[in-house]
């Protein structure tokens, strides 16, 4: 239970702890220094802000009181105090303000003892955090791979790709039999639809980047347009847009194209939906404070969700989307999704995907200043 601040002397708590910890407000995790019986010291900026509650009102108060189940926390930080060993790791639900969040959070907590007092530091990560930092990695990984694979393939395609249709073309030429020149008009027409296909593959990493001031609503709106004209019935597109989020440094016209090649494929998944009258599709923006994006942390960042309520994405492609020429749909050049992930990317920004059948939502994160 938290208890009044008046009861809590700031100086005999400073008193209790090393110096320097006043850099721990830089850590993107959250952490707290505890005596051995898990009174609180100090807690770190991260910390205030996950939990809700100011860093003065948890001051000498309990942290076991602050996770659902504190039992084996509570054994390992008596054990690490005790120095039976120097570190170790548990899992635990964290609880957060009841009026600022509805839900706990499931974190792993670093315990380690600090020569000092017997005191112990406390580091909780996000489990979530954790995993989404892996798969931002992955895909950075995978992005790059993916750069490198369509330049050289795009290279090695436009080459004969040339060659192919200017032997057509001059073969044409000779031909006096209109049913034969048919078929080098075939061959003329499939060699420009795969030139378009190489210049859409190279078009991001050709294009410099334009960039001005982008007021990330607008770009929604432009979207929400394009998308209602090609969908004028028996779609709903929501806004649900924070205000305050500010403008930004980017490329405008590449954020069109991503919100827009996102927003369209979730429109084209959402056909059945639209006969019946009931789709819909949701623009969502917030800010969040002190994200990781591309192993660097940032103060504030834009999010974008982009959510329908198709049928999902198919579970066998799942993990594939940003591939190139992966596509769920027949017809689909598997272009879309890629060119979207190269222009966030462009911005510093990620681009991550949750789907399940009824509910497919793509967030879009971009470094705000």
Known sequence: MVRGVSNVDPAEVQRLLPAGLDTFDHL?????????????????????????????????????????????????????SRNDYATSRVEAELKRHPHVFSESLHVQAIVTRLEHGGLVIIELVEVEQKTRQEREERALDQAQANKELIRNLAHEIKNPLGGIRGAAQLLQMELESKSLTEYTQVIIHEADRLQLLVDRLLAPHRRPHMVGDVNIHEVCER??????????????????????????????????QAVLNIAHNAAQALVDRIQDGDAVLIFKTRVARRVTINRELHRLALVLHIEDNGPGIPESIRDRIFYPLVSGREGGSGLGLTLAQTFVQQH????????????????ILIPLP
């Open 28 to 80: 993107a995790t959250m952490v707290m220094v505890v005596e051995p019986d898990g009174q609180c010291l100090f807690v770190n900026a991260a910390f205030e802000e996950v939990l809700g509650l100011s860093r003065r009102s948890v001051l000498r108060e309990s942290i076991f009181d602050w996770f659902t189940d504190p039992a084996l926390l509570r054994d390992v930080v008596s054990a690490v």
């Open 348 to 363: 510093h920004g990620t681009i991550e995907c949750e789907s399940q059948p009824g509910q497919t939502v793509f967030k």
């Open 223 to 256: 979207v929400r347009s394009l998308i209602l004209a090609e969908f004028p019935k028996g779609l709903k597109v929501v806004r649900d847009y924070d205000i305050s989020v500010p403008e930004f440094r980017g490329d405008r016209e590449q954020l069109i």
